[in-house]
């Protein structure tokens, strides 16, 4: 761990490696030449070209003035103030317009190149394997929000020089020769690369210390991230004064890096300031030479202040051109930071993109509602996971979990999976749900994800950003199976059933936009009563989950179900049979008093019976055993990971996990 960060510390420079990456990136920027960017960059090449053309101009004016007024031309004095103040309301208006389409430059290009880092993140399970199973690249979500963002605002700020540096260095360059002879360009053409070498030497430091800056930038970002998520718990811990010791230990990494990054940049501002100042006596200098030789000697000093106003502005400008590149060198070694940095997160996405071009695991937006699992042709229809001689181990580690297992789970065999911490039941749910791969053997899902097929619920619920209505629909992004007044009605009657009819008061109604975080104003209790209300919309044919904490769902009248399958609450027929993979620890919470079946009436919220903490509070077995019953009467078949015996009475297998690989399967006896 710490080499390879050492060695992120120590590869990012002005190289090969920067030059490939950063054209990688162009070619994202710039698709093809007809594109939306391009075209803004050819416009801004054109307004640059006529700025300079105006700026010659007027960089003429003064040796005009000079000409005018030594010979007390008051009909030319007032022309040339005329053209002068044209050409300067002008050359204003050109550099205000190219300052403008550098800003759009920078929205286009951030529009761009985030979306195209989004289409890689969001892929498939990428977004999880970077933030949990990877340590080799370090924030992602910093590189997309922040480094994205600086890299096209530094760069496009760069681009109107950028650009226009080529056709004013040949320009003025032809002028210099024709006002100095071959020493002014030359002179100034040597002093230029000299200049280069030198912060050339004194940015190569810079942007690898930029790189580790921006990555303790992330670390100390993220811990505050960490606070905000876990207030409540770190309250309850009286964990302020650990935390805020912690916390500075992180700002003071970051700080010292950047006295670091400020002495290293230092020298380079040196050399910049140096180069400008030195540029302008260099031209004057160039200007001497001829003048000393005698070269202009017929000259009247009106007529020589003239040429020398005149030359002086060729030689300054054309050296002012190479200085203002010498200028961008801070500008560029943020940009060369940033390139290596988002390079190597745009290089780690294309590679797991291809190593992940098989489909085994589909994307929410590639659920197909009514397509068929691929299944092998020996299986029954009814069977939902295959595994032939599984193993697994946990990511970086070569210590077996789970070996050799082979296991069928079909309709009505609810399977319990039990042993102590450690020996990989809740990483056998992880390998189930595609999240990790097994180091060996086959682990077939003989179904599909979304409606009609699993959906795993986490053991942490998860809720978007959006209105209640998103919430329930979650993660279908459009209303399903239809909308209006009759989706309305499911919705409403799925929260009553979770118990969550006043959800909806304080929100306003459904599609009402909330500016809050739902994980502050709901209770842990009424999040777990949120995801049930989730799956109760979304019906899927295997219900997976791995939750730790659940609320109790209420029953219907004479045992919650009514013939046939018919659900009165849902208002539509439930699949034949569905499988819920639930994760219960030893102990778990209940926002509620255990009540009888009976006691419940279908579309109406809970009554509590009495008031419990959610965080604290233990669910009882008699309240367990009435969610599993509830369960059993929705069809469901289980995959449960827990302790007491008391579940066994609903499961038909139990695979006790022994450690170090170790498993036995047992077929409990129905009494």
């Given amino acids: 761990m710490f080499y390879s960060c050492f060695n992120a510390f120590l590869l990012p420079r002005l190289d090969l490696q920067f030059l490939q990456r950063f054209l990688q990136i162009q070619k994202v920027l710039f698709p093809s030449w007809s594109s939306q960017n391009a075209l ?17 101009q007027v960089g003429l004016i003064p040796s005009q003035y000079y000409g005018v007024l030594g010979n007390k031309d008051l009909d030319g004095f007032k022309t040339l103030t005329f053209l002068a103040v044209v050409l300067i309301v002008l050359n204003s208006m050109l550099k205000s317009f190219d300052q403008f389409t550098c800003n759009l430059l920078y929205v286009s290009w951030r529009k761009d190149l985030t979306e195209h880092l989004h289409r890689f993140y969001f892929q498939g399970r990428v977004y999880y394997t970077l933030n949990v199973l990877r340590d080799d690249v370090d924030n992602p979500d910093q590189r997309i929000s922040q480094d994205v963002e600086r890299f096209c605002r530094q760069l496009s700020s760069m681009a109107s020089k950028l650009i226009i540096s080529p056709f004013t260095l040949i320009y003025y360059t032809y002028q210099c020769f024709q006002s100095t002879g071959w020493l002014g360009p030359v002179s100034i053409f040597g002093y230029f690369i000299l200049g280069t070498l030198v912060n050339k030497m004194l940015m190569g430091p810079i ?13 100390f970002r993220f811990k505050h991230m960490q606070i905000r998520v876990n207030a409540e718990p770190a309250a309850f811990f009286r964990a302020g004064h650990v935390e805020h010791m912690r916390t500075d230990r992180r700002l003071q990494r970051l700080l010292q890096t950047q006295r670091e990054l400020i002495s290293k940049e230092l020298w380079l501002y040196i050399g910049v300031n140096t180069f ?30 003239t040429l020398v106003s005149k030359n002086a502005f060729v030689c300054i400008y054309l050296i002012s051109c190479f ?22 997160l745009q290089e780690t996405l294309l590679d797991m993109s291809l190593k992940s071009q098989g489909g085994e695991v589909p994307d929410e937006s ?16 009814d069977t939902a996971f295959l595994l032939e001689r599984v193993s697994i181990c946990a990511p970086s580690s070569n210590k077996p979990l789970i070996r050799d297992l082979s296991l069928k789970i079909s309709e009505g065999q609810s399977l319990l999976i039990t042993g102590n911490t450690g020996t990989g039941k809740t990483s056998l749910l992880r390998v189930l749900g595609g999240l990790w791969a097994s180091t060996r053997g086959s682990v077939q899902m003989l179904t ?24 329930v629909i979650y993660p279908l992004k459009e209303i399903y199976p239809d909308s209006g007044s009759t989706d309305d009605e499911r919705i409403m009657r799925f929260l009553e059933l979770a118990g969550l009819s006043s959800l909806v008061t304080r929100t306003e109604g459904l599609d009402q936009q909330v500016d809050w975080n739902w994980y502050d104003v709901l209770s842990p209790g009424e999040m777990q009563r949120l995801s049930f209300a989730r799956l109760f919309y979304l019906q899927p044919k295997y219900a997976a989950s791995a939750v730790n904490k659940w609320a109790t769902p209420p029953a219907v009248p004479g045992g919650g179900m009514a013939a046939g399958g018919f659900h009165p609450a849902a208002g539509r027929r439930l699949p034949r049979w569905s499988l819920a993979l639930c994760f219960f620890g030893p102990r778990s919470s209940c ?15 809970w009554a509590p019976g009495r008031v419990l903490d959610e965080a604290t509070s233990a669910l009882t077995e008699e309240v367990e055993s009435e969610l599993y019953r509830i369960g059993q009467q929705l069809g469901m078949t289980f995959i449960s990971v827990g302790h007491r015996r008391s579940l066994e009475r609903f499961h038909s297998l139990v695979l006790k996990l022994c450690g170090e690989g170790r498993w036995e399967l047992i077929r409990i006896k129905v009494e």
Avoid: N
């Fill in 448 to 471: 599909d994800f979304g409606p009609h097929g699993v959906l795993f619920l986490p053991q942490k619920p998860f809720f978007t950003d959006g209105t209640l209505r998103e919430q």
């Fill in 591 to 605: 926002g509620r008093a255990p009540v009888s079946q009976s006691s419940f009436q279908p579309a109406l919220p």
């Fill in 276 to 305: 400008d100042y030195l540029g302008s006596i260099l031209s004057y200098v160039v200007m001497a030479i001829p003048i000393f030789r005698g070269v202009y000697g017929d000259l009247s000093p009106t007529e020589l202040s």
């Fill in 366 to 381: 590639e659920w197909d509602m009514d397509r068929a699992p691929k299944r092998p042709v020996t299986e029954p229809t």
């Fill in 323 to 344: 200085t203002g590149l010498i200028d961008l060198s801070s500008t560029f070694s943020d940009v060369a930071g940033y390139t290596h940095r988002i390079g190597e």
């Fill in 207 to 219: 942007v690898a210390k930029l790189v580790q800056q921006e990555k303790l930038e992330g670390d």
């Fill in 40 to 56: 803004m960059f050819l416009t801004l090449l054109c307004v640059a070209l006529l700025k300079q053309l105006v700026i010659y």
